[in-house]
């Protein structure tokens, strides 16, 4: 079955640590991944896509075909990273279950 | 402003009601989507819409029903089939092609009273 996992529910790391939400994928073809940001009390809104290869806030995600993966990272976790993310292909299939990530001071 | 729209806010209903969520998008866009989301099972997909007049289900799309009569509007109906119908709505749309993410609205919060 084609379908994107995340998983980990819960992720906590502290300020200046680095982090890495993990997102696996399971379909075949050249898969068009996304990942996703909500913030306390806002919208879903758009972080990353793999086919531009950019960074945005400080994180980057790799499409890694050989391990089915597209993972997250961030070198410098702030505190205002803190939101649940969600990894998820383009079109006409369900998200994953999303990561909760906290940053402490 | 461009942007895509959901009301309302907050919805309640009763049980054996059918209600209506609202979505709207002024972005041009070809895609619309509804999307369930529930605590600990992440978003999953009701019907989407790739342009006017035709939608496909998507993969809980028993108890609801959807129209695409315009290209800017996209309604979701849950309907009194919808055995659990109590959760948290996300409407969103895109632009066909490769690379193009999704827009999401500020979702709908039905309660079944």
């Known amino acids: 079955a084609q379908r994107v996992t995340q998983p980990e529910k819960l992720l906590s790391v502290f300020k200046g640590a680095p982090v890495e939400l993990k997102c696996n994928y399971s379909?075949?073809?050249?898969?068009?991944l996304f990942w996703y940001v909500q913030y306390s009390r806002q919208r879903l809104q758009l972080l990353l896509r793999h086919i531009s290869r950019e960074s945005i806030k400080g994180f980057t995600a790799d499409l890694n075909k050989g391990e089915t993966s597209f993972h997250l990272k961030k070198p410098f976790a702030q505190e205002e990273d803190s939101a649940m993310y969600y990894c998820?292909?383009?079109?006409?299939?369900?998200f994953g279950q999303g990561t909760i990530l906290t940053v402490h001071p | 402003d461009g942007g895509i729209t959901q009301s309302p806010k907050y919805l309640f209903r009763k049980e054996g009601q059918n209600v209506t969520l609202s979505c709207e998008q002024n972005l041009n866009h070809d895609a619309m989507y509804w999307y369930r989301q529930d605590p600990g099972q992440g978003l999953r997909l009701i019907y989407y819409?790739?342009?006017?007049?035709?939608?496909q289900k998507g993969d809980i799309a028993e108890g609801y029903s959807v129209s695409r009569e315009k290209k800017e509007s996209f309604p979701l109906t849950v309907t009194s089939a919808q055995k659990n119908p109590t959760a948290f709505y996300l409407c969103a749309s895109s632009m066909q092609g490769a690379g193009y993410g999704y827009t999401f609205g500020s979702g709908t919060r039905l309660t079944v009273v």
């Open positions: 998820a292909p383009h079109g006409k299939l369900t």
């Open positions: 379909y075949s073809g050249s898969p068009e």
């Open positions: 819409s790739q342009i006017v007049n035709d939608f």
